[in-house]
């Protein structure tokens, strides 16, 4: 184990007090930061400490390019700041958001992670990257907390400085198959990536926990521009009548309208074929897009991690929006990314005035969310509280402290709750084949 890692590590060969892990930098961090500056910027109240210095963070996520972007949640960030100055700062204290595009490339997010250590950020927050094996190492050698990641990577429910406010991925497919276990045969269209290998065991554990059996997996260009070849086969897959009826999951990110243009012109054939989703990839305006009420997502089953848009407990988040980002079109209220980011700086906040007029710093930051800090984000996730060794450890998820999902349903064209509440998908993810 290498930098200031948390000392609830289950690596023995890591293990170090708190006060011992605040001198220590691998060799490697250390050539690195002596490349960016002097004391590396992790000397605890660099920025943010204790007295009228802005708190300072960062939030990043890839914007205009080819594949998944997520320009909300970096769009929100400094709409959130804005509002929290306007109101007086936390605790007395000016927020300074940070933002950087990691481009969906691994060097990018690197450059950003390194960006945050040589700025003396106190913690990333709300942020969204594929490439956690590129950034990871220079937070973690900075001891610098990464909260309310997207949940896209396996390295976002292990690493000890990472704090999900979400399931990720993980808990989306495993609801969303638990919610087709009644359905014909499932096919799953993901990307040909590493982050998209991980996709059909989760999904396959919801579907063995209704009895049904595993989905078929097919592999895709995650930046294509058409996919009639793969939307074929998928239907084909799911049925050998016309008349059954099986279900089409796309799991590809930006690239699902452009999946849903070639599955609806091959679906003639195959009109009772279902498709069904997790949320992030499909909301409302997708929805409206593609023909509401007569579009191929009509009837299909969504997965989310909260409540739908229109519920009021998303009230808070929709005043910041409209008194600091009125009319700023990246951000989307109904966006899981601009959501996460929201709950993410909900927790930032919380945990800042938790240590009331001490130092704020990266260290007493992760310091209060591993002393068992509570965080109450009014009912759109429940009670958050990390430990390194939660229930989800035993299948490689350590970090992940909320297996919460929603059910949601396309009806008359109209994304509305299918079930009241949470599905936990905890037990499903326990009994998930999953390998890393």
Same mark, same amino acid.
């Given at each position: 184990? &290498?930098?200031?890692?948390? &000392?609830?590590?289950? $690596?023995?060969?890591? #293990?170090?007090?708190?006060?011992?892990?605040?001198?220590? #930098? $691998?060799?490697?961090?250390?050539?690195?930061?002596? $490349? #960016? /500056?002097?004391?590396?910027?992790?000397?605890?109240?660099?920025?943010?400490?204790?007295?009228?210095?802005?708190?300072?963070?960062? &939030?990043?996520?890839?914007?205009? &390019?080819?594949?998944?972007?997520?320009?909300?949640?970096?769009?929100?960030?400094?709409?959130?700041?804005?509002?929290?100055?306007?109101?007086?700062?936390?605790?007395?204290?000016? /927020?300074?958001? #940070?933002?950087?595009?990691?481009?969906?490339?691994?060097?990018?997010?690197?450059?950003?992670?390194?960006?945050?250590?040589?700025?003396?950020?106190?913690?990333?927050?709300?942020?969204? $990257?594929?490439?956690?094996?590129?950034?990871?190492?220079?937070?973690?050698?900075?001891?610098?907390?990464?909260i309310g990641g997207y949940g896209i990577t396996n390295a976002e429910f292990t690493s000890p400085l990472s704090y999900p406010v979400n399931g990720g991925q993980p808990a989306l497919l495993a609801g969303l198959g638990r919610a087709l276990a009644d359905c014909g045969p499932v096919a799953l269209i993901r990307p040909d990536t590493i982050a998209g290998d991980q996709l059909p065991p989760l999904l396959d554990s919801g579907l063995k926990s209704g009895g049904h059996e595993p989905a078929r997996d097919q592999r895709a260009p995650e930046d294509a521009t058409e996919y009639d070849g793969q939307a074929e086969r998928a239907l084909r897959s799911t049925t050998t009548d016309p008349r059954d009826e099986g279900c089409v999951v796309p799991a590809l990110g930006d690239r699902n309208g452009t999946f849903m243009d070639s599955f609806r012109r091959a679906r003639e054939d195959y009109p009772d074929v279902r498709t069904a989703a997790v949320l992030g990839s499909v909301d409302q305006t997708v929805i409206d897009a593609t023909g509401g009420a007569s579009g191929p997502y009509e009837g299909s089953y969504i997965t989310g991690w909260y409540p739908v848009a229109s519920d009021p407990r998303w009230d808070g988040m929709k005043r910041v929006i409209k008194e600091e980002a009125f009319g700023d079109n990246r951000i989307d209220p109904a966006d899981a990314g601009v959501q996460t980011t929201w709950i993410a700086y909900t927790v930032f906040h919380r945990v800042v005035e938790s240590l009331g007029g001490g130092e704020v710093s990266a260290d007493t930051v992760a310091e209060a969310l591993d002393d068992g800090l509570e965080v109450d984000t009014g009912g759109l996730t429940p009670t958050l509280q990390w430990r390194f060794q939660d229930e989800l450890a035993s299948v490689g998820f350590p970090r992940l402290v909320n297996a919460n999902v929603t059910l949601q349903v396309v009806r008359e064209g109209r994304l509305v709750s299918a079930r009241k509440g949470f599905v936990d998908t905890t037990r499903t993810l326990q009994d998930a084949d999953v390998t890393y």
């Open positions: 184990m &290498t930098g200031r890692r948390r &000392t609830r590590s289950t $690596s023995l060969s890591g #293990l170090l007090t708190r006060h011992a892990r605040r001198g220590v #930098l $691998s060799a490697g961090t250390a050539v690195a930061c002596a $490349s #960016l /500056l002097t004391g590396c910027g992790v000397v605890p109240g660099t920025t943010g400490g204790a007295g009228d210095d802005p708190i300072t963070v960062m &939030t990043w996520a890839p914007e205009k &390019t080819r594949a998944t972007n997520k320009p909300g949640m970096p769009a929100f960030a400094r709409a959130y700041a804005r509002w929290v100055n306007a109101n007086g700062g936390i605790n007395g204290r000016e /927020l300074k958001v #940070l933002t950087c595009n990691d481009h969906n490339d691994s060097v990018a997010a690197a450059k950003c992670a390194r960006k945050a250590a040589k700025e003396s950020v106190v913690a990333v927050v709300g942020s969204y $990257s594929q490439y956690a094996d590129s950034f990871f190492p220079s937070l973690e050698g900075a001891g610098i907390p990464y």
